[in-house]
């Protein structure tokens, strides 16, 4: 019976119905549950891993960042401290 339908078709032999088929699959083995919990918690840290990674690759690049801006602006005093040298030797 279907939605109150009654079912007009035979099942062949060995064939299962559809409440059969839900509740077939909804109980594992204690040996196949531990493999699902395995393979769910192996996903888990794979996901971490990366997020790990990519957090960590986003820090070197803060940091290069950093000491790129920090040497550029060494660089501009050395350039400023250098003319007003060069400024006050054409004075003498």
């Known amino acids: 019976m279907t939605a109150g339908i ?9 064939q299962l119905t559809n409440a059969q088929l839900r509740t077939t699959n909804t109980h594992f083995s204690g040996e196949l549950a531990m493999y699902l919990l395995n393979e769910a ?22 940091a290069a960042a950093r000491r790129l801006a920090a040497a550029r602006r060494l660089q501009r005093r050395a350039e ?9 030797l054409a004075l003498v």
């Open 6 to 14: 009654p079912r007009t078709t035979q099942l062949a032999k060995g």
């Open 41 to 62: 918690l192996a996903l888990e840290r794979m996901t971490d891993r990366r997020q790990r990674a990519v957090q960590e690759e986003r820090l070197r690049q803060v």
């Open 80 to 88: 400023s401290a250098s003319r007003r040298a060069r400024a006050l």
